[in-house]
């Protein structure tokens, strides 16, 4: 099984700790076209139409619903993107990394 899928089947830990930068950077190398930006991580995607981008939306609500872990999301017509980053924890924790995998999964 490869890291990613693995990451994509674990769920989020209440008291996540906050990840330093070599953590961090392990993790976001098992998720092609994720970006760190600070203390965040980011990603976008086009879809054809506004109904694919509710759709895809509408699934990173219930991942982040069920996770209790919520993005911060930037939608228009036929574009989204996503930052995740916990702010109890004052930066990246795991938890961010595996809604950003559960997310990718979505496209398997």
């Known amino acids: 099984m ?3 899928l693995s990451i994509s089947k674990e769920h989020c ?3 996540a700790l906050k990840l330093d930068t070599t953590a961090a950077e392990a993790l ?16 976008a995607w086009d879809f054809k139409n506004f109904y694919q981008t509710m759709a895809f939306v509408n699934a990173v609500a219930f991942i982040a619903d069920t996770e209790d872990h919520h993005p911060d999301m930037s939608v228009s017509y036929n ?3 996503l930052v995740w980053t916990t702010h109890s924890a004052g930066g990246l924790t795991r938890n ?5 995998a559960r997310v990718d999964a979505l496209f398997d």
């Open 96 to 100: 961010d990394f595996i809604c950003a």
């Open 79 to 81: 574009h989204c993107a």
């Open 13 to 15: 830990q209440n008291d």
């Open 2 to 4: 490869s890291a990613h």
């Open 28 to 43: 976001l190398a098992q998720l092609p076209g994720w970006k760190r930006v600070d203390a965040t991580l980011h990603k």
